[in-house]
DNA sequence: GTGGTCTAGACCACC
DNA sequence: GTGGTCTAGACCACA
């Protein structure tokens, strides 16, 4: 479900974090439910354990999800609600990148607009054409 | 002109580069010109002048600007024609990440346009508000 | 392997670049094998770690290796075929410089070809004679 | 006469230091001779008069010219016997750099032979085509 | 342990 | 004054 980008310059745990978030907002990962041990989800993603390790911690110490020694890590109670807050800000926060890199070079609204479209439409053709 | 986001992960020798790009762009620095030096620069975004220096001389071996020792660093020739390709590829690829973002948390094509539109809206308004 | 001239005007991590090439060239250094350690490097050649991971640096933005976080660097999948066409180059590069310094003094073709010849067998002799 | 590579990493002055002295070499200046004018080889150049005036004081340093405050710098008296010693090493200095670069590339005497061979065919036969 | 970024500060080559 | 190279050393991200 995750897909990790190793190109880029956001670091893989960051990228783990959003996934983790993004499948509890989605409905994918349930409160409560377990997670998918660090060396699974790691084997998965491949990338190494203490890399996701360093993700589960992370998300614990904002109260996502909770852990506990020799036990699976489990999706806090509360953490759609916590996650329904963020996600808003998370969307907007990277909106607003794009935008403002885009004005950068000088585009204005509509252009944008017009570009957003397109690649909007691009990734449906795309995925259609994949099937998956 | 350039400004630098301090906190995130983007390093700070490539916020310098694409703002070197987008002011090419824009048509604020023209081919021929000359740039700031190191130095001033690096004063200026308060900033090592080796994190400007590595900019430069990426900016260089991408073609984009040429240095001379002793003298100012100057807007290549040709940079307009390369960056107006770059220019497209830099603005698509960050306006997918962000449609991917919105995405991994469910929003479908519909709801990431009315985002964008609205966000839009909000920087203009900020913008006229500022009156800057 | 890597010899560093520290008295002419190359600068040392072009020397670096060129060493770690001509090794792919040789075969010592093999597609997808791990390089020596920015900082092993730096100690073997008693040179400054920053100065060996430019070196490294500029050789993946030219497609020879690739790097990661926390990994090794590897030499690229398709470096040999990047080298083989620079190698070319290079060569050809160092001995047209040689012959035209040769050509500004005076000599013509054949005492070139002289000198080249006599310079060969002299670097025979001192290998043989050193028998390593 | 002299030519200048500002591409490389050869300094300028060093350049003309050598121009200068094949100069004298091919006969072109002569012993007592006055050498042009800092200015007007700087011009003549289209690089900076302090750029050549380095260049003199090295020479002059050197023995090879010699200048007097409001005069014309002259080639030394003495300067052919100096030279002539200095052609040979520099000449061999500069083929041998090319064959042992070459080597490092696991190129074999012969095969560099042949090269050295088809570049001086080459450049000759690109000389007569400019008739220059 | 690895590579990546950044700073501070030196020295050089050239204008 | 300009840019270029190098060192020394800190801190971070990742394995």
Redesign the interface.
């Known amino acids: 479900m995750i897909t990790i980008d ?1 190109s880029g ?3 893989i745990y ?1 990228q783990i974090k ?2 983790i978030k ?1 499948e509890v ?2 409905g994918v990962l349930k409160p409560n439910q377990a997670l998918p041990s660090i060396r699974d989800l790691a084997a998965e993603l491949v990338v ?1 354990p203490n890399t996701v390790a360093r993700a589960y911690r992370e998300l614990e110490l904002e109260g996502f999800i909770s852990t506990r020694k020799g036990k699976a890590s489990l999706v806090a109670e509360n953490s759609s609600a916590l996650i329904e807050k963020e ?1 808003t800000r ?3 926060e ?9 004005r ?4 204005n ?1 509509s252009e ?2 017009k ?3 397109s ?2 439409k691009n ?2 053709r795309r995925s259609e054409g994949v099937g998956k």
């Not at 990277?94 to 885009?102: G, L, M, N, T």
């Open positions: 190793t310059f956001i670091p960051e959003k996934g993004s907002s989605l190494n996600k998370l969307i907007e990277v909106i607003d990148r794009a935008i403002s890199e885009a950068k070079f000088g585009l609204s944008i607009k570009i957003v479209e690649r909007l990734q449906e």
